[in-house]
């Protein structure tokens, strides 16, 4: 039997126009509003993401967030 799918928590998120921008299409493609979408990519995590991939762009993230924020 599938489980129930429940949004027990809810948070203050800041992000970038960009990041939005490629939330809200994800969503719409995969027929989801923001918030089940950001659920799919977290509970699916192992299995979404490339970590060496992931680990590279986080490094070229955090080399440029310094003077995003400004």
Do not use: C
Request: glycine share 4%; no cysteine.
């Amino acid at each position: 039997m599938p489980r129930r799918f429940r949004l027990t928590r809810r948070f203050p998120v800041a992000m970038t126009e960009d990041g939005y921008r490629r939330l809200r299409a994800f969503a719409q493609e995969a027929g989801l509003d923001e918030g089940e979408a950001l659920s799919f990519l977290f509970e699916n995590w192992t299995s979404v993401i490339d970590h060496d991939t992931l680990t590279h762009r986080l490094r070229l993230f955090n080399a440029e967030l310094e003077d995003r924020k400004r």
